[in-house]
């Protein structure tokens, strides 16, 4: 009889709603998912966090008023935490960029919207959750999550290890070496200060007793890097076998426009964190210099400039205040932009601009966004990934053209080809597709061409010379002002190979608001908002 009562008890006990407590139901699913995509490196699952939801959903509620409104909290929570665990970029600079992102045109935002939600991950999320419903009839779904969420964030992954990094030597026209530098890399911080450090001991000076004797011809490209030429098979194109120099390992500094095109502008000083680049110094930019010894500038663009105030910010940031601008409206519409703005003919306005007769020596900043992610062809059927190649393919041409053209009018001119920045269109762990708000190496290494026009300096026959040592910015600069000294047109000798072993080597470091990434004996390491390092994956 005791025995009975006992019983009767316990099971009275065990059914209190205070023990009686239920399942996740179908909340299990949005955890393993996650839990799978921490696996792979999609996202980063945040323990305590993910615990506290949990606990949320299955504390035991008897109104159903209460339960419907827990419902609404925790689909708005969690939504929230998994936008906050995946890379995308922090949601106040999506709310400080409304005024940018709100302007993308209707086929480009469609088009972004099947890069996060594509067909492919509809169909796994579908097997996902029949696969699910199926497991949940034969194991307690509440048990596997809470294990899951539990193991998945303990699991060891690769760590920063000590290593022992030397600083290469920096060396420019007015630089002599500085010796080597030892740092401890289990202190990325300390090795960042130092890099700053003997960065900012760089400011090139243009040659004080040389008089110009050629023009200058920037052209500043939007979205190319190595990895697009290989991605769409165009590594091979002629042009990039017509250049006096090739820089291969250059890196930009920057992956979005403004950065990246203000670190070219500024590069007669050394590499400066992302923040001092809207606070500039004069004497650290390239035009101002240039226009010392004697040069006009102008600015041209095959687009109006005004997405993200991109004109603004190169007239008063980048030193060409005084620049005129060269209407572009006056050429040919060659495409529309992802920001429904047109975009002029590349080929048009180099062509006009060879057409200009000048009598002081030029120096030419044109921007191009032939490439830029988002761009629509007319005529074409497709999106602006599809489409890529083709904008590419004629750029190059376009490019190609334009140095027969100057070649038959035997004007003295250096010719700079600087990407701004990749496409990304690849993608990768962190990022999707065209998206630049992780400073990866595949949007940042870019490559660089220059070559020089002119009686006596037009062999056809002459070899390009690769630059393969790490170099930035300031190596634009120190090309340029090489170039001066060795006074081609006046009497001097032009010796590309010199012009190479003068150039600075700088130590890849990739900026944006926020993110920064660092090579560290040839592997890649990231740091966001200020947190910890970690290696980058590709």
């Known amino acids: 009889m005791s025995e009975q009562l006992y019983q009767r008890q316990r099971q009275q006990l065990l059914h209190h709603p205070l023990f009686n407590w239920p399942g996740l139901g179908a909340w299990s699913f949005y955890f393993l998912i996650k839990a799978g995509m921490a696996l792979f490196g999609y996202l980063e699952l945040e323990l305590l966090w993910n615990l506290t939801l949990f606990a949320f959903l299955v504390v035991p509620v008897r109104f159903f008023w209460l339960r419907f409104a827990r419902q609404i909290i925790a689909i708005v929570a969690a939504t929230s935490l998994l936008y906050t665990e995946s890379h995308l970029p922090p949601f106040s600079r999506l709310i400080d960029q409304w005024e940018l992102v709100s302007s993308f045109s209707f086929w480009y935002s469609l088009e972004l919207i099947g890069r996060i939600i594509s067909l492919q991950m509809i169909a796994a999320l579908l097997v996902a959750w029949i696969l699910y419903l199926y497991l949940s009839k034969l194991l307690r779904m509440t048990t596997v999550t809470l294990v899951a969420i539990v193991v998945v964030p303990l699991l060891p992954s690769q760590q920063l290890q000590p ?30 200060s130092e890099f700053y450090a003997r960065q900012q001991e760089i400011q090139l000076r243009p040659p004080a007793t040389v008089s110009p004797d050629f023009d200058i011809l920037m052209v500043n490209v939007c979205s190319l890097s190595w990895q697009d030429l290989e991605q769409f098979d165009l590594l091979d194109h002629p042009f990039l076998v017509r250049s006096d120099l090739t820089l291969t390992n250059f890196f930009t500094g920057s992956s979005y426009s403004g950065p990246a095109t203000l670190r070219l502008l500024q590069s007669s000083c050394g590499h400066v964190p992302h923040s001092r680049l809207f606070e500039p110094l004069p004497a650290c930019t390239l035009n101002q210099q240039l226009q010392q010894l004697g040069f006009r500038s102008e600015i041209r663009m095959n687009h109006t400039g005004a997405f993200d105030n991109f004109l603004t910010q190169v007239q008063q940031l980048g030193g060409l205040e005084n620049a005129p601008f060269v209407e572009p409206s006056q050429f040919p519409t060659a495409m529309m932009g992802f920001d429904q703005s047109p975009i002029y003919s590349d080929r048009a306005i180099l062509t006009d601009w060879l057409e200009q007769s000048n009598d002081a020596p030029n120096f030419t900043f044109y921007n191009t966004t032939s490439l830029h992610d988002g761009n629509r062809l ?21 490019l190609n053209q334009l140095y027969d053209d100057i070649i038959a009018s035997e004007r003295a001119v250096l010719v700079v080809i600087v990407p701004e920045h990749g496409a990304g269109l690849r993608g990768d762990q962190l990022q999707l597709p065209g998206m630049r708000e992780i400073p990866t190496p595949a949007l ?12 006596g300096v037009n062999d056809a026959a002459r070899s390009p010379i690769q630059v393969a040592r790490s170099t930035g910015p300031t190596a634009i600069t120190s090309a340029i002002y090489q170039t001066m000294e060795q006074r081609p047109f006046s009497g001097g000798s032009y010796d590309p190979s010199r012009i190479a072993q003068a150039m600075p080597e700088q130590r890849p470091v990739l900026e944006n608001d926020r993110v920064i990434m660092m090579e560290i004996d040839g592997q890649f390491f990231l740091q966001i908002n200020h947190g910890d390092w970690r290696p980058y994956m590709r």
């Open 163 to 192: 290593i022992d990094v030397a600083f290469g030597t920096e060396r420019g026209p007015t630089q002599q070496a500085a010796g080597t530098v030892r740092a401890p890399v289990n202190n990325p911080d300390a090795l960042l």
């Open 378 to 398: 007319p005529g074409f059927r497709g999106n602006s990934i599809a489409s890529y190649r083709t904008r590419l393919q004629t750029l190059l041409d376009d």
């Open 444 to 455: 940042t290494h870019v490559p660089v061409m220059m070559r020089l026009f002119g009686p």
